[in-house]
């Protein structure tokens, strides 16, 4: 199976030094996206935005795909 990594940015840069066997290139964006959800879900609510992006890389290193999830809070008045 493939290994795939997943490094995050959130704020601050979390690369992934370990990698994940997936299947394919199908399973890594599934991987990608439950992952990004993940992440969010557990974030502060105090918060006016978020913003979460994972490169996922093969195991040459190359980026083959970037997921980004932003959600903004904006108040009127």
Known sequence: MPLYFF????GKIVP????????DL???RDFACHMVLRMA????LRRDGVQ???N????????VM????MFL?????
Do not use: C, P, Q
Not at 7 to 10: E, I, L
Not at 16 to 23: C, Q, R
């Open 73 to 77: 809070i904006e108040k009127t008045e």
């Open 41 to 44: 879900a557990s974030m502060s």
């Open 52 to 54: 979460i992006r994972v």
């Open 16 to 23: 992934d030094e370990v990698g994940t066997e997936l299947a």
């Open 7 to 10: 490094d995050v940015h959130d």
């Open 66 to 69: 970037t997921g980004t999830l």
């Open 26 to 28: 199908d399973a890594a």
């Open 56 to 63: 996922v890389r093969d195991a040459a290193g190359a980026r």
